[in-house]
C-alpha cells in the first residue's frame, strides 16, 4: 500500500485487518484518512462472513498518534463541526460493526486515537505503548468518544486525562482497565492472534448477537437491559447454531467420560 492510506484484507477464517497509516506522522488522521476508514469497515461489515476485525496502525511507532494538527489548526467553526463529525463517523462504525473489533495498539495512541481505541470491543496493547488524551494543550477539549471513557476506567481518571493532559505506559493502562491485556512488543500479534483464535471458537451467530446485546446493554436501564437479553437468547433459535454446538459439545464430554 501507499505510505498513507487504509488497507483491510479478510483471510479464510473471515479475519480482517485494517491498517491506518500515515508515514511520518504516527498515523494520524486526516480527513481523506478518515473517509477511507469509514468505507473500509462499512464495506467489511457488510460481508457475511466476517467474524472479527484486528484493527492496528502501520509500523511500530504508533496505533494512532491522533487527528491531524495541521489540517485542525486551519479549522474555522464550521469546519470544527464537520472535522470532528469525521472522527465520531470512524468510532461509529467500529461500535456498529457486527463483530467483535480487536485493537492492536503499538506505540502512541493519543487524541482522536484513544477515542477509537474506546470504541473497539477489545484492547491489547505492547508493554512499551503509551496513551493520552492531549487536547487541553492545543486548546480543544477531548470530545466525541472520549464519552466512552468513563464506562472503561471511572469518572476520576477520565477527569485526570482530559483534564491534564498527561500520558500513561501500558503498565497504568492496564491496571486502570484502558486496555485489556498487555505483553511485550515482540508477543503482541501472538497475543492477538490468540484472542482471535477466542473469538473463533464461539458461534459466529452467537458472537454477533453478544455484540449486539452488549451495545444495547450500555444504553438501557437494568430491568430492560434484561429483558432485551432474554429477547437475544431466544432469536439465537432462529438458527440451528445451539442445537449443532450443543450437539457437539454433548458428544465431546461423553467421549471424555472414563469407561
Known sequence: M??????HAI?????????????????????????????????????????????????????????DIEVMAALDAAGARAFIT???????????????????LSGWTLGAGLEIAAACDLRIAAATARFGMPEVRIGIPSVVEAALLPGL?????????????????????????LVEQMVA????????????????AGGPR???????????????PPEAAIARGVESFVHAWDSDEPARMMAAFLEAMRGRRPA
Open 185 to 200: 512488543a515482540d508477543m503482541l500479534d501472538r497475543a492477538v492472534e490468540q484472542t482471535v483464535g477466542n473469538i473463533l
Open 11 to 67: 483471510d479464510a477464517r473471515g479475519v480482517a485487518t485494517v491498517t491506518i497509516a500515515n508515514a511520518g506522522k504516527l498515523n494520524t488522521l486526516t480527513p481523506a484518512l478518515m473517509q477511507a476508514f469509514v468505507a473500509a469497515v462499512d464495506d467489511l461489515a457488510a460481508v457475511p462472513t466476517l467474524r472479527a476485525v484486528v484493527l492496528r496502525g502501520a509500523g511500530a511507532r504508533a496505533f494512532i498518534g491522533g487527528a
Open 153 to 177: 476506567i471511572g469518572w476520576g481518571r477520565t477527569r485526570r486525562l482530559l483534564l491534564t493532559g498527561e500520558t500513561i505506559d501500558a503498565t497504568q493502562a492496564l491496571a486502570w482497565g
Open 206 to 220: 452467537a458472537i454477533r448477537l453478544q455484540k449486539e446485546l452488549i451495545a444495547a446493554w450500555e444504553e438501557l
Open 86 to 104: 469525521q472522527i465520531h463517523a470512524c468510532c461509529a462504525a467500529l461500535r456498529r460493526c457486527p463483530v467483535p473489533v480487536i485493537a492492536r
Open 2 to 7: 501507499s505510505e498513507r492510506g487504509i488497507s
